[in-house]
């Protein structure tokens, strides 16, 4: 699978489904679509597709086709997608024409607060706590979802991901979350954010600023697991090979 | 019992961590021993089957530094033979008599070897001999086993591992142990291309059961190699005198073409061996390999006062025969408690298993408590008896272990 095609669903489906998470706690951005009530998909001709949802406050984004979402935003290929995630080519826009000024001002507004914390200013990360958390949290479920995607189309993690024993993997921050839950099949893994008793391997960061360190590739997780700083228990190979997949997104989400 | 305490452990790692990458790397890293809280990092001293940490905390090693040790740490007469030779000129501006004593004594232990190649570690030799079958033969690739370990070498690692290239591992396929039809189907996918069968006599891979050959394995893969001229290489370097002293090939009733060894030639020496078949010796000669200290003599005389010591007490059998007995008492010990302990691989060199959990957290606390109270158990991979272990160790161990399911069990209710 190419770079594109790889990126393309990351986007759609480790980045997007973070405006769930940025509603929920980022006051900001709450504030910007407290009123919103529209539903958008995202697709690429013969390719992936997304849809997101606001109302009530809230978002959600779901992964597939919603026929009748109020906009429709089509691309021709995903390099097309990718560009317009980096704001370097507008979509075609297929229905909701005559939401043209939300899709110009608001939802851009949305999405560049997601920039803010995904793609952050390290003197904030370093000084900000409520700034480094919230990078956390959402780096944590980029992370999870970014992984799905990874053992399905990058050629070198669908080989790493066929040497996974089946099963479920905890990746958790304590004292009391937030947590993602991987469940890895044969037939296709599933990523979901919240806890899960009897994993059949877990990751526990011993705070936000480890989980930082550990989903921002600063930490040298065999020091920080033999201090007790990350503490893994379970079937290991499934942690060891996830955390060579986890290793591979900074190769298209740098 | 009381559990250990780690204080200077601890206070040294974190020294460590600041200027060595991962604090302890490699196969000696913390990070399996789960949990790290249970587990010495530094160790002080060893004698015979025990080592102390530097809180001086006493262990029953049944890790045997992951395989070198055998007739005991601080073994008089192996130190003696090194000490001496050391004494000497250990690494001079040229090679010392024993490097060909050790030579023709190994060409006479090993069954089917008509010569001996010197190096420091495992992967040196296991490297060599993929290199040297790729010389005789002419052919790119390697035939290797899924799970099976041959070292650090890009080539033995597998894609998407840090530093490794596509390149380097696009050579080498991987089929499942005990398959020989895969085998089969790749010698007949690839005619005339590949150079070897790389693996371990049995299958001892790490977090799972090890396996033994099924019946006839062996045979029918050396008879496809030499049918179609494919180098058959043994990686005995883990098993290596702890099945039979003229080698596990014999142990397992096959001749292979090259054959590793390591870990317990030389009780805790550094040096490793590569041993091959007359027909190989021209090709050997004509690929360079060498190494700094490749030609220290002390390891050397080491290794003749191992083997010649492990040969005259049979090493082998002493190891299986403890082996057999620590796996049964622990069995029985986990069996009375409600556990079930599954051991397999060699007596010798068993992998222990609880099967009532599959996630093996149950396993990996068992193992931690054990090791805290001063039996060392690792989780993740197999264990390794000496010939220095003995009926104390095995009194002690196994009421350790009693106590440690004990433990287990409070845990749970
Ligand atoms: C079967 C086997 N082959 C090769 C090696 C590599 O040996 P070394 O670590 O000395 O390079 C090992 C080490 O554990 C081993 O067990």
């Known amino acids: 699978m190419g770079h594109d095609r790889v990126l393309a669903s990351l986007n759609l489906f480790a980045v997007l489904q973070n405006l769930e998470e940025l509603v929920k706690l980022d006051p900001q951005a709450a504030a910007l679509c407290a009123d919103w009530n529209v539903s958008m998909s995202f697709s690429v001709l013969n390719g992936p597709a997304a849809w997101i949802e606001f109302g009530n406050g809230s978002c959600t984004v779901k992964k597939g086709w919603d026929l009748k979402a109020d906009i429709a935003l089509k691309f021709v290929s995903c390099r097309h997608l990718n560009l317009m995630f980096e704001s370097k080519r507008p979509p075609i826009i297929a229905r909701g024409i005559t939401r043209l000024p939300f899709l110009l001002s608001k939802f851009p507004q949305l999405t560049k607060r997601l920039e803010y914390y995904l793609k952050p200013d390290e003197k904030l990360l370093e000084t900000d706590e409520l700034f480094r958390r919230m990078n956390t949290i959402l780096t944590l479920n980029t992370a999870a979802f970014a992984a799905v995607e990874l053992a399905s189309y990058d050629p070198v993690c669908q080989h790493i991901a066929s040497a996974i024993p089946q099963g479920t993997v905890l990746l958790k921050i304590l004292p009391d979350g937030p947590a993602v839950t991987l469940f890895i099949k044969k037939d296709g893994w599933q990523a979901q954010k919240g806890d899960i008793e009897n994993p059949s391997a877990k990751m526990l960061l011993k705070d936000m600023d480890i989980a930082g360190a550990f989903l921002n590739q600063k930490l040298d997780i065999f020091c920080a697991i033999a201090s007790g700083d990350v503490a893994i228990s379970g079937t290991v190979p499934m942690l060891d090979n996830l955390g060579l997949i986890l290793d591979r997104i900074p190769l298209y989400l740098a | ?413």
């Open chain 2, 1 to 413: 019992m009381t559990a250990y305490s780690h204080e200077k452990s601890r206070a040294l790692f974190e020294r460590a961590a600041k200027v060595i990458p991962c604090g302890i790397y490699g196969h000696f890293s913390p990070a399996p021993l789960i949990p790290p809280s249970d587990y010495p990092f530094y160790a002080e001293s060893g004698a015979g089957s025990r080592f102390v940490d530097v809180d001086g905390n006493s262990f029953i090693d049944y890790m045997c530094a992951y395989g070198p040790m055998v007739l005991g740490y601080a073994h008089k007469k192996v130190d003696a033979a090194a000490a001496k030779e050391h004494k000497k000129g250990s690494c001079l501006s040229a090679p010392a008599p024993v490097m060909v004593e050790l030579a023709e004594y190994l060409v006479d232990l090993v069954f089917g070897m008509d010569w001996a190649f010197f190096a420091k570690n495992g992967n040196d030799v296991t490297t060599y001999a993929v290199m040297v079958a790729r010389a005789a033969t002419g052919r790119k690739k390697v035939v290797a086993i899924k799970g099976g370990y041959h070292g650090v070498a890009p080539w033995t690692q597998g894609l998407g591992h840090h530093g490794v290239l596509e390149e380097d591992c696009g050579h080498i396929l991987r089929i499942a142990w005990n398959d020989f039809d895969a085998f089969a189907s790749l010698v007949e996918k690839h005619p005339g291309q590949i150079a070897a069968f790389i693996a371990s006599p049995y299958h001892h891979p790490v977090y799972a059961d090890n396996q033994y050959p099924a019946p006839g394995y062996w045979q029918k893969v050396q008879k496809l190699c030499n049918q179609k001229g494919i180098v058959l290489i043994v990686d005995d370097i883990r098993c290596g005198f702890r099945l039979n002293m003229a080698g596990s090939h014999v142990f397992f009733g096959f001749e292979p073409d090259l054959v590793c060894f390591c870990k317990a030639i030389a009780n805790g020496y550094p040096i490793s061996a590569l041993m091959g078949k007359g027909a190989l010796l021209t090709d050997a000669a004509k690929v360079f390999y060498t190494g700094s200290y490749w030609f220290s003599s002390a390891p050397m005389a080491a290794a003749l006062a191992t083997l010649a010591e492990l040969k005259r007490i049979n090493g082998p059998e002493l190891m299986l025969a403890f082996g057999e007995k620590l796996c049964k008492g622990l069995a029985e010990t986990a069996k009375s408690h409600g556990y079930d302990l599954k051991v397999s691989g060699a007596p010798s060199m068993p992998y222990l298993r609880i099967t009532d959990d599959p996630s093996q957290m149950l396993h990996q606390k068992w193992c931690g408590l054990c090791t805290s109270m001063g039996a060392y158990f690792t989780s993740h991979h197999n264990w390794f008896v000496s010939t220095a272990h003995n009926e104390t160790d095995l009194t002690d161990t196994l009421k350790i272990a009693d106590r440690a399911f004990e433990m287990l069990k409070k845990e749970k209710r």
